[in-house]
């Protein structure tokens, strides 16, 4: 160092050159990176657009700073060229042209006269108001300079990225959502007359009033990256776009469905009708067996047996008119109800079928049980014990006569059962305690 000067101590002749040099590699490397700015893809669709919304006021913004960084790139060079020259004037610099060198490289040596148009919407330095004309020290000025450039670089990056993502996805949807129009026309599904149709039609207002946004205003769509200060930090939203593209997902399986039943709704119409069918024969067995219980069996309650389900035949009879006028999207929802409804029916006639016969089919396993007992004593020789053949007639003729009671029946058929278990155990007869004669039970029945 040599003596003070008045922006500090005065640089050797070694400190002024690597001073240059760092300079110069400084300048070398903005002068890359705003070349690279301008030519950017971003910048020139930018340009070229017509923009709206949060985007106009950013370009607005970064278009000024964008002029701006050239003014300050210009006056940097212009004073790297001075200074380089007072360097070149003679091998060992004299103190006046170290002193020299000392204020154009350490002081605020560098004068930046700037126009209102050029200032007027670029972002200053601290906040204050822009000024015709700013002295900068060239430290200062390339802080200024990659201030600037961050910003403006952030700006045409988020709009670039979101214009090379949606835009091309929103054209892709829009190109599948045309043919699921086409699809839908082909099969009945129009606005107006079907759900699908409808979520088509709005499907297509909003991808079109969201790509006229994208193309307008695409930081709109912008999420930046929180806590991300590299340019273009984030990534776009397509939340809307995502949105629609589930909706759309939806009315193509809607689509599905219909086409679906337009190759196989014959046959479905087909396998309703003997399901019904079906169901119509199962009552009618459950009515005819209903009458024979009645008849047979004394003392029991029997559910009555609905009609046929004549409201199911009429829609179906409707299924069928809808398939022959060629009306798929009606006969789908149709023909699901039918199915799910046609399959109730069938159970609910086996349930009334089996509620109706239950008093048969404890009069049967009440025939089968006594006469299995019996064949259980014959098989032990004890066939013709006069007790054993008493009961067992009383209650064979019980269970075998019209109408039948089924409870004394059961009594009759247990007090025989208790006299074979005595028997066949070995033990002394002794009288029925479990089953009174006068067919109630008693303690341990």
């Not at 640089?11 to 590699?25: F, T």
């Not at 593209?245 to 046959?267: G, H, K, N, P, Y």
């Not at 349930?351 to 396993?365: C, D, M, W």
Request: hydrophobic share 40%; aromatic share 4%.
């Amino acid at each position: 160092m040599g003596v003070t000067g008045s922006t500090g101590p005065v640089m050797d002749r070694d400190e002024v050159d690597r001073a240059l040099a760092r300079l110069g590699a400084e300048h070398e490397a903005i002068e890359t990176s705003l070349l690279a700015l301008q030519d950017h893809a971003g910048r020139r669709l930018l340009e070229g657009a017509e923009l709206t919304g949060v985007t106009q006021e950013r370009w607005t913004s970064t278009e000024a700073s964008i002029t701006l960084l050239w003014t300050y790139f210009d006056a940097y060079t212009d004073a790297l060229r001075s200074a380089r020259d007072i360097r070149a004037r003679r091998r060992w610099s004299s103190r006046e042209d170290l002193v020299e060198l000392t204020e154009l490289l350490n002081g605020d040596s560098v004068t930046v006269a700037g126009s209102a148009t050029a200032t007027a919407n670029a972002p200053t330095l601290h906040g204050g108001p822009t000024k015709l004309s700013e002295r900068y020290s060239l430290a200062a000025l390339v802080d200024r300079m990659n201030e600037l450039y961050a910003t403006s670089l952030d700006m045409v990056v988020a709009a670039d990225a979101v214009w090379s993502a949606l835009p091309a996805r929103i054209d892709l949807l829009a190109a599948e959502l045309q043919r699921t129009r086409r699809l839908a026309h082909s099969v009945g599904v129009r606005p107006g007359e079907h759900p699908a149709g409808d979520d088509l039609e709005r499907i297509t207002r909003i991808l079109t009033k969201l790509r006229e946004q994208v193309i307008s205003d695409p930081l709109a769509f912008w999420l930046a990256a929180e806590g991300s200060s590299a340019p273009g930090g984030g990534r776009p939203d397509t939340t809307v776009y995502d949105r629609e593209a589930r909706a759309l997902d939806d009315v193509r399986r809607e689509i599905d469905a219909v086409l679906t039943v337009r190759q196989d709704a014959e046959t479905r119409i087909v396998k309703l009708r003997d399901i019904l069918s079906r169901a119509d024969r199962t009552l009618a067995e459950a009515r005819t067996a209903r009458g024979e219980v009645l008849a047979k069996i004394a003392a029991t309650e029997v559910p009555v047996v609905s009609g046929p389900p004549t409201a199911l035949q009429e829609q179906v009879a409707a299924a069928a008119e809808y398939r022959r006028h060629a009306q798929w999207h009606r006969l789908s929802p149709l023909l699901e109800s039918l199915e799910r409804k046609a399959e109730d029916e069938l159970l609910r006639a086996r349930e009334s079928l089996t509620a109706v016969t239950a008093p048969l089919a404890v009069r049967a396993e009440l025939r089968g049980r006594l006469d299995a007992y019996k064949a259980k004593v014959a098989r032990h020789g004890l066939a013709e014990d006069t007790l054993l053949v008493e009961r067992y007639e009383k209650a064979r003729r019980m269970l075998w006569s019209a109408p039948c009671d089924l409870r004394a029946a059961e009594q009759a058929v247990l007090r025989y059962q208790h006299a074979a278990a005595e028997l066949l155990g070995g033990g002394p007869r002794v009288p029925d305690q479990g089953v009174p004669e006068d067919g109630r039970r008693g303690p341990g029945a």
